[in-house]
C-alpha cells in the first residue's frame, strides 16, 4: 500500500471569476488524522467538496487520487471508499433516524440482517438507540451530528470527510464529538477534517494545513505550526505598585505596563515555562493578584503567516 | 454487482424513501386533490343546470359526463404540482449531497421521484373517479378494453407531466418558486375543451385552447368512456406524451448532473 489515502496536486476551484482555490497540493497518508484549518470563506468546504466527488474541480486542476482511485476517471471507485459528513446536516429529516440508518445500510447493498446489526450497533455506539424511532428533523444540534456520522459510518468507508463537525455545538457535544473522531482513526480510517478551531486542529490532528485565501499558507504538525507564531505570552496583574516593581525588577525581559500594573513575558504557556515564572516571582517574595496564560490562537497564526503583524489586543485566553 | 441489478435495487430503495415520505406527510397530496374534487362538486351541483345547456341540452348528470374526463386531467396537472414542490425541497437537503457522495446509481434518486409521484397520482386519480362515479358518472358503452385504454391514457398523460414537474423542481430555488413554476400545469386544463366545447369559445381564444396537450387528452378520454369521436387525438395525445416524457426527462438530468451550488 504506498498510495496515499488522500492525494491532489494543484486544486485548482473558481466560481465565475472569483477564485476559491488556487492551486492547493494535499498529501493525507492512511490511517491518520489530517486537518484543514481555516476562517470562514478560505476554501475549506470547497476542497472538501471536490474531494468528495461532489463538484468537479477546474480543468485545469491536478490529478486528485482518493483511495488510489483517480476522480477524473473512476470517480465510483472512489465514490465506494469514502464517506462524507458535510457542514449542514445530510440526513432526512422526514423520516426516523432508524430509517436513515436502513435507508443508508440498503443504499450499500448490505444484506437485511447484516444491515440491521449494523445500524443497531451504531445507533447503540452513538447513544441513539431512544431517538431511534423520531423523526430526524425533531433532533438536537448534537444528535443530528452524531447521526449524520453513524450514517457515514454504514458502509465502513475507509476516508472519512468532516467538514467542520463541530461549528454550532456546544461544549459537550463537542467533546463527545472529538472522542469519536478518535475512535475512527484507531479502526484504522483516514480522516480528513476541517475547521476554523485551532484548537480542535491541536487536539485531533496528525498533520494541520493552514488554508488562507485558496492557498495553503503553511503546513506541518501542530506543534511545528505554534512554533511559526509568536504571540504566546504570561500576564501578570498586580493591585500593588510596590509588588508590580518589585516583579518587574526580577522578570527581566518582560514588557511593562505601568498603568494598569501588568507585566507581559513571552511563554509557551507549558508548565516548565510557568514554574519558572512562579519560582522566580516566590524567590522575590512577589505575588501577582491575576495571572493569565495567552496561548496562539488562529488569529496569531493567519495574521503571521500573512506577513501581518500580531495586534495587540486586550483578548486573552484564561486558563 | 453488475450495473443493472445495482440500479434497480438503488432505484427501489429510492422509491420506497419517496412512498415513505407521501405515507408519513400525506397532506400535501391531499390538499391538492382538493381543487378538482371542489370544481367537480361546483360545477356540477352548482353551476350544472345552466352549463349543461352549454353543451346542447341534457340535465347535470350530462354535464358531469362531460367534465369528468377534464377534471381526471386536471387532477394530474394538480398533483404534479406537488411533485415539483417536493423534489425541490429534497434537493436543498443535506441527503441528497451524501447521495451524491456515494457509490450509487446516480439516476435512482429522480426514478424514486418519478415512480412514487406517479403511484400517487395514480391513487388521487381514483379517488377524484371515485367521486364522480358516487356523484352519478357512468360509462356508456365503454368494456373492459376502453377502461383499460383509458387507464393507461391517464398513466402515460402523468409520466410526461410528472418529468416536467420534476425539471421545474430542480429547477426551482425553493418550495415557494416550485409552487408558482408549476401553477401552469392546473391553469392549463382550465383553458381547454375540460369544461365547455371548443366550438363555444371565442374565435381568437380557440387555437390556445385546441393546440395544447389537455385538449386532446381530454377529447380520447371523453372517446375511451362516453363513446365520442376521438379522431386524429388519440395519436396527437400519445405524440405529446412521448414529446413531454422526453423533454422533461433530458431536461431533469441536465439539471441534476450539474455540480450543486
Not at chain 2, 406527510?25 to 343546470?49: A, E, H, Q, R
Request: a negative charge; aromatic letters at 6%; charged letters at 20%.
Amino acid at each position: 500500500m504506498t498510495d496515499p489515502a488522500i492525494a491532489a496536486y494543484g486544486l485548482r476551484k473558481s466560481y465565475g471569476d472569483r477564485t476559491v482555490l488556487d492551486g492547493i497540493d494535499l498529501t493525507v497518508p492512511e490511517g491518520t488524522i489530517f486537518s484543514l484549518l481555516g476562517p470562514n470563506g478560505a476554501g475549506k468546504t470547497t476542497a472538501v467538496k471536490i474531494l468528495s466527488t461532489l463538484v468537479s474541480p477546474d480543468p485545469d486542476s491536478g490529478p486528485i487520487r482518493i483511495g488510489g482511485h483517480d476522480l477524473a476517471t473512476h470517480a465510483q471507485d472512489a465514490r465506494a471508499a469514502i464517506g462524507v459528513t458535510g457542514q449542514f446536516s445530510a440526513v432526512d429529516g422526514l423520516i426516523t433516524g432508524e430509517e436513515n440508518m436502513l435507508l443508508m445500510a440498503d443504499l450499500h447493498h448490505l444484506p437485511r440482517a447484516e444491515g440491521q446489526r449494523v445500524v443497531a450497533g451504531l445507533l447503540e455506539r452513538f447513544d441513539l438507540t431512544a431517538a431511534a424511532g423520531k423523526p430526524a428533523s425533531t433532533y438536537s444540534g448534537g444528535m443530528k451530528r452524531r447521526l449524520d456520522i453513524a450514517m457515514t459510518l454504514v458502509g465502513g468507508p475507509r476516508i472519512i470527510f468532516l467538514d467542520e463537525p463541530t461549528t454550532g455545538l456546544d461544549p459537550r457535544s463537542r467533546h463527545t464529538m472529538w472522542g469519536i473522531i478518535r475512535e475512527l482513526v484507531t479502526d484504522g480510517a483516514t480522516v480528513f477534517l476541517t475547521t476554523q478551531y485551532l484548537e480542535e486542529a491541536d487536539e485531533l490532528a496528525d498533520r494541520i494545513a493552514v488554508l488562507h485565501d485558496g492557498r495553503i499558507a503553511a503546513e506541518g504538525t501542530a506543534g511545528e505550526l505554534k512554533r511559526l507564531v509568536p504571540g504566546g505570552h504570561v500576564r501578570l496583574r498586580f493591585t500593588d505598585p510596590a509588588a508590580y516593581r518589585s516583579a518587574a525588577a526580577v522578570l527581566d525581559g518582560a514588557a511593562r505596563d505601568d498603568e494598569a500594573l501588568a507585566l507581559r513575558l513571552p511563554s509557551d504557556g507549558g508548565q516548565r515555562d510557568l514554574r519558572s515564572v512562579l519560582d522566580r516571582l516566590d524567590a522575590a517574595g512577589v505575588e501577582a493578584d491575576e495571572l493569565t496564560v495567552h496561548t496562539p490562537d488562529l488569529d496569531d497564526v493567519f495574521f503571521t503567516l500573512t506577513g501581518g503583524v500580531v495586534p495587540d489586543r486586550p483578548k486573552e485566553n484564561v486558563r | 454487482m453488475s450495473s443493472l441489478p445495482l440500479a434497480m435495487r438503488d432505484s427501489s430503495t429510492m422509491l420506497r424513501r419517496n412512498l415513505l415520505h407521501a405515507r408519513r406527510y400525506p397532506s400535501l397530496t391531499l390538499n391538492l386533490l382538493l381543487t378538482p374534487v371542489m370544481l367537480l362538486l361546483l360545477f356540477v351541483y352548482v353551476f350544472g343546470d345552466t352549463m349543461s345547456a352549454g353543451i346542447g341540452g341534457g340535465d347535470r348528470s350530462a354535464y358531469l359526463a362531460y367534465i369528468l374526463p377534464g377534471i381526471l386531467l386536471m387532477t394530474i396537472g394538480s398533483t404534479v404540482i406537488g411533485t415539483a414542490v417536493s423534489v425541490s425541497t429534497d434537493m436543498n437537503e443535506g441527503i441528497i449531497a451524501r447521495f451524491r457522495t456515494m457509490a450509487i446509481h446516480r439516476g435512482s434518486i429522480l426514478f424514486g421521484h418519478v415512480v412514487g409521484s406517479v403511484l400517487q397520482t395514480v391513487g388521487s386519480l381514483v379517488l377524484v373517479g371515485a367521486v364522480g362515479v358516487a356523484m352519478g358518472f357512468r360509462s356508456s358503452g365503454a368494456g373492459v378494453l376502453e377502461w383499460l385504454a383509458a387507464f393507461g391514457l391517464l398513466v402515460l398523460v402523468t409520466l410526461a407531466f410528472t418529468w416536467i414537474a420534476v425539471g421545474m423542481g430542480l429547477s426551482s430555488p425553493n418550495a415557494e418558486a416550485a409552487s408558482n413554476n408549476a401553477m401552469p400545469l392546473i391553469l392549463l386544463p382550465l383553458i381547454s375543451s375540460a369544461f365547455v366545447p371548443l366550438d363555444s369559445m371565442p374565435g381568437w381564444f380557440r387555437p390556445i385552447a385546441e393546440y395544447q396537450p389537455f385538449t386532446p387528452a381530454i377529447e380520447t378520454l371523453r372517446g375511451l368512456l362516453l363513446g365520442t369521436e376521438i379522431g386524429n387525438n388519440g395519436w396527437i395525445t400519445l405524440a405529446w406524451c412521448l414529446a413531454l416524457t422526453v423533454l422533461g426527462h433530458r431536461w431533469s438530468k441536465a439539471r441534476f448532473d450539474r455540480d450543486p451550488e
